[in-house]
């Protein structure tokens, strides 16, 4: 509706500025907003009042022209001008109760739309290191990518889901001589396990397999703690004896039994993500390894490019990127010292592989602490002749959960922290999924567990997946009760829907496509969980005050054809949310 109204506005302002020979500015993006007040209409807009500043005219007697100019339109009852110049349409009540015949024809393609006209967008999200399972924290960004991503399907773009698995640098090596160390205590010998290496369960249980697989073939060069761990006591820094005991592990093991214990590693966990993710109902359609760019060369090919570019200088021995051209606070390290690029290196080489493969617009989903790093990576792009604003870059805020009034850590180096699986395995997928997307994902999130796991109207998953398993008990009642429904007779005496709660359900339905558009162009799927709040409240409410299994055959049928629209908005919204839609509860 919005969109016909835009296009009728469109129409009128042309003719308009012929008759009054006026100027305006390319006329893109009128604004229709809905009223929160019946007697204003059901939309208003203030596009006389933006306009007349331009040609410098009474926006009253602007809208007034605008008004008087609008083509004939069968879903428009009336259009007043009110206060200074707001256009406010009153629409008939057959094209609101038109809505419900569109909907049941339309089924699973309601409120989807050709906005994005099939461009190709690039959703990375999640991209947790492979160093442990995942934990609450990814859990949101999971949760919010994937709902992004549908929503950006909805509206037609082409989105590919792709996961940036940081399998090269030290938090690797890391992982690899913490499983070294606790299989050489299966092997009997006595270690000091450092207290800043990953402590998890699941390193022992990686360690257990690779004793099972190599038994003593590992530990044969070594007796005792003192040889293991010679050279690493003359400092009492945590960091740098960690440093000392990953050379010190390369060069005992070898390259190639390192690198087995490390690609061991690397796959137990990728495999625990994978399943967590798709349990989860997140799937990738590309896992894009960090390695494959140096093996490739692509982070030294994008190097020289900025050296070419003159974007690269030298300083202590290290390689510097100008970024501070580009409006960065500061310039970035890309080659330290030793040799070794550094992450941020690897981050310009991924982005410019990213946009080689010809996607309109690239979309980073990030934790909150990455902040900084927006900067310099569309410094990056600029210097290497790529648009910087084909780079969306949307921020995670850190979720917290709360056991009653017991705040839970997250900390995968210590081992203390709960995973998304036993979060999902205590309150289930779709409560799960549901509360992380419900606040702003640049806002702080409190995930309240008992609240997730009740059944009652506070739960809005609850509420919400309750709406729908109510009408289909309804539908279900009238099949026992030998009773007809059909369709087109609902079709054909929607007149009959003159309740109130009849006419708020409508309207809400109606919102539904608003919804969804708004919801993808802005990123924000959190309205769309309070959108299906409130359909569901409009649902209960009627509910609660109308019969639907009635005498009247017509009246009847009008009541199922709304009610089946409304679970088929529900089931739609939730879809795109990756909730379920329950048919009993």
């Known amino acids: 509706m919005k969109q016909e109204l835009q296009q009728l506005l469109i129409s009128a302002i042309s003719i308009v500025q012929q008759k009054l020979n006026l100027s305006f500015s390319a006329i893109d993006d009128i604004q229709i907003e809905r009223t929160r007040d019946q007697a204003h209409g059901d939309f208003a807009c203030n596009i006389a009042m933006v306009l007349a500043k331009q040609a410098n005219i009474n926006p009253g007697q602007l809208a007034s022209a605008i008004v008087e ?12 001008i009110a206060g ?13 109760l038109n809505v419900i015949t569109e909907i049941l024809q339309a089924g699973k393609n309601y409120g989807r739309s050709e906005f994005g006209s099939g461009k ?11 160093t ?13 990518g994937a709902a992004v991503s549908d929503l950006l399907e909805a509206v037609g773009y082409k989105v590919d889901r792709e996961y940036y698995v940081n399998d090269a640098g030290r938090q690797m090596d890391i992982l690899t001589v913490s499983i070294w160390l606790r299989y050489l205590e299966q092997c009997g010998i006595n270690i000091d396990f450092p207290g800043n290496a990953y402590q998890g369960n699941y390193i022992l249980e990686i360690a257990d397999k690779l004793f099972s697989d190599k038994q003593q073939a590992l530990s044969c060069k070594m007796d005792s703690k003192n040889n293991i761990l010679k050279g690493c006591e003359e400092t009492d820094d945590p960091e740098t004896k960690m440093d000392q005991l990953i050379a010190i592990s390369k060069s005992m093991l070898g390259y190639k039994n390192y690198q087995s214990i490390l690609d061991l590693g690397l ?21 894009f390894s960090e390695q494959t760019l140096t093996d490739d060369k692509k982070i030294q090919k994008c190097i020289d490019r900025l050296k070419e570019s003159d974007f690269v200088y030298e300083e ?24 070794q690029t550094t992450y941020f290196a690897s981050d310009i080489a991924y982005h410019l592989e990213k946009f080689s493969r010809g996607y309109d617009k690239a979309i980073n989903i990030w934790g909150a602490d990455h902040h900084g790093y927006i900067a310099r990576v569309k410094a990056a792009l600029s210097a290497l002749n790529k648009d910087p604003d084909a ?29 998304l699986k036993e979060l999902r395995d ?128 017509e009246l009847r049928n009008a009541r199922l054809n709304l009610i089946c629209a409304t679970k088929q908005v529900i089931a739609n919204g939730l879809g795109i949310l990756g909730v379920s839609a329950p048919e009993q509860m």
């Open 267 to 287: 796959n137990e966990i990728l495999d625990v993500i994978r399943e967590d993710l798709a349990d989860f109902g997140v799937v990738f359609d590309r896992w």
């Open 69 to 80: 100019n609008l083509p004939e339109s069968e879903i428009i009852d009336r259009v007043e």
């Open 391 to 419: 780079l969306e870059i949307l921020l995670v805020q850190f979720a917290t959960l709360y056991r009653g009034t017991e705040k839970l850590q997250m900390s995968t180096r210590s081992g203390q922290f709960v995973t």
């Open 120 to 130: 190709s967008i690039l959703v990375e999200f999640v991209s947790a290191n492979p």
């Open 132 to 144: 442990g399972p995942l934990h609450i924290g990814h859990g949101r960004g999971a949760a919010y």
């Open 426 to 553: 205590e309150v289930g997928k779709d409560a799960t999924r549901f509360f992380y997307i419900m606040r702003k994902s640049e806002q702080h999130l409190d995930f309240d567990l008992e609240l997730a796991k009740s059944k009652s109207n506070e739960n809005p998953v609850y509420y919400i997946q309750y709406a729908h398993a109510r009408i289909c008990s309804v539908l279900k009642q009238v099949e026992e009760k030998g009773l007809s429904y059909d369709v087109a007779i609902g079709n054909k005496n929607l007149h009959t829907l003159t309740e109130p709660s009849e006419e708020k359900l409508i309207t809400a339905l109606s919102c539904y496509p608003e919804i969804i558009h708004a919801a993808a162009k802005e990123y924000e799927p959190h309205q769309l969980a309070y959108y299906l709040k409130d359909l569901a409240n409009e649902f209960h409410s009627y509910y609660n005050s109308c019969q639907f299994i009635v005498d009247s055959e």
């Open 316 to 339: 202590n021995g290290a390689l510097w990127f100008r970024s501070t051209s580009f409006g960065d606070e500061k310039d970035r390290v890309i080659t330290r010292e030793n040799g």
């Open 84 to 96: 200074p110049g707001f256009i406010n349409f009153f629409l008939n009540k057959r094209s609101l």
